[in-house]
């Protein structure tokens, strides 16, 4: 699968929505730059060594960022207060996406999880 993938589900969504998880797009990229881009269960995923690592998604009235664990969010209790989560999700508002610093410490914590950092 190719990032041409994530390309035509941003495209398909309105304004703010396409830029903000554009955003998230770019910082995961940063993070783990050797991440294949891909779509897992309908939504766009980043997988590292085959393993997924990180993934997003657009909803009626807000964004979520998706550890693809059900435990990535409670490693992190401190670090998500400000946001709704359930066990494997982190809504965002739909203009504003995660600070990289909250990003990165997510993605770090799901890699640790899976032996890959």
């Known amino acids: 699968m190719a990032p041409q993938e994530i390309d035509r589900y ?4 309105d304004e703010p929505k396409r830029s903000t998880l554009e955003a998230l797009r770019k910082s995961i990229m940063e993070i783990v730059p050797e991440a294949e881009q891909c779509i897992s269960y309908g939504m766009p995923a980043f997988k590292v060594k085959g393993k997924t690592v990180a993934g997003f998604a657009a909803f009626k009235n807000h964004l979520s960022y998706l550890p ?9 209790p401190d ?31 799901r890699m640790r999880e899976l032996g890959l950092a």
């Open 79 to 109: 670090d998500v207060v400000p946001y709704e989560t359930s066990k494997g999700s982190l809504k965002f508002a739909i203009d504003k996406p995660p600070p990289k610093r909250l990003v990165k410490k997510l993605i770090t914590a």
């Open 10 to 13: 941003l495209a398909a969504l």
């Open 68 to 76: 693809h664990s059900g435990s990535v969010l409670a490693m992190l």
